[in-house]
């Protein structure tokens, strides 16, 4: 149980194009979602927390414009770059929490976006 | 504002030897939760194990255990019988009730030597 799938695994988008991840809670309900960024061998950053129904709440010095991250139903999140630039290029993973034991979050497998 | 300090940045193990990992964290929050997260080369993280901070008991999973020292605010992971499968980043991470949030350490690579 408590699976969480992201898509795609891997995206590559020319710059200036917008890409969507999506992250989907499998068998369970998620209340809140997370979005996180990682550069290679550095650690999880957390993007936002988004809650099912309302608007993301975004963490100091990401540009919500940029990350539109909509959590449109109880099993969907998605995260959109947009106008990507090669600076965006990164790893991004989601989790979800509610699936299980209180306050565990459950990981996607992380998305690869490389922006040329 | 919580932080949390992972001052190893890699390790490495014999296989069947034991290792530990260590994590130090800073809040004034009294609720809080800790984890350690695995990440292998897959990048898929994987939860190892983790500790409410009203439990005085240190967790236990297998061959992984923690030592948990709240008054020094360290959470150190002990990896017995280390296995090569157990080679990965290692994450520690906190949780407090009152913030909703997860905050990770730098992480830690560990390889394990056959």
């Known amino acids: 149980g408590a699976v969480v799938s992201q898509h795609p695994s891997r995206v590559i988008c020319k710059s200036g194009t917008s890409v969507k991840i999506e992250c989907r809670s499998l068998?369970?309900?998620?209340?809140?979602m997370f979005w996180y960024r990682q550069f290679p061998k550095k650690s999880l950053m957390l993007m936002a927390t988004?809650?099912?129904?309302?608007?993301?709440?975004?963490e100091q010095g990401v540009e919500k414009d940029k990350f539109l991250i909509n959590h449109a139903s109880l099993t969907l999140s998605t995260l959109t770059v947009t106008s990507a630039h090669p600076e965006d290029s990164s790893f991004y993973i989601c989790?979800?929490?509610?699936?299980?034991?209180?306050?565990?979050?459950?990981f996607g497998p992380g998305t690869r976006l490389t922006v040329t | 504002a919580q932080t949390v300090t992972q001052s190893q940045p890699e390790m490495s193990v014999q296989e069947a030897e034991t290792v530990t990992l260590s994590c130090t964290y800073d809040?004034?929050?009294?609720?809080?939760?800790l984890f350690w997260y695995k990440q292998p080369p897959s990048r898929q993280m994987i939860l190892v194990i983790r500790?409410?901070?009203?439990?005085?008991q240190n967790a236990t999973e297998n061959r992984f255990s923690v030592n948990f020292q709240k008054a020094a605010k360290s959470f150190s992971l002990k990896i017995s019988d280390s296995q090569l499968g157990d080679t990965a980043m290692y994450f520690c991470?906190?949780?407090?009730?009152?913030?909703?949030?997860?905050?990770f350490g730098t992480g830690t690579r560990l390889k394990v030597l056959a």
């Open positions: 989790s979800a929490d509610g699936g299980g034991r209180i306050n565990e979050q459950y």
């Open positions: 068998d369970f309900q998620a209340t809140t």
């Open positions: 988004s809650n099912e129904g309302s608007k993301a709440t975004y």
């Open positions: 809040t004034s929050e009294n609720n809080y939760y």
């Open positions: 500790q409410e901070a009203y439990k005085q």
């Open positions: 991470a906190f949780y407090a009730s009152g913030t909703y949030k997860y905050i």
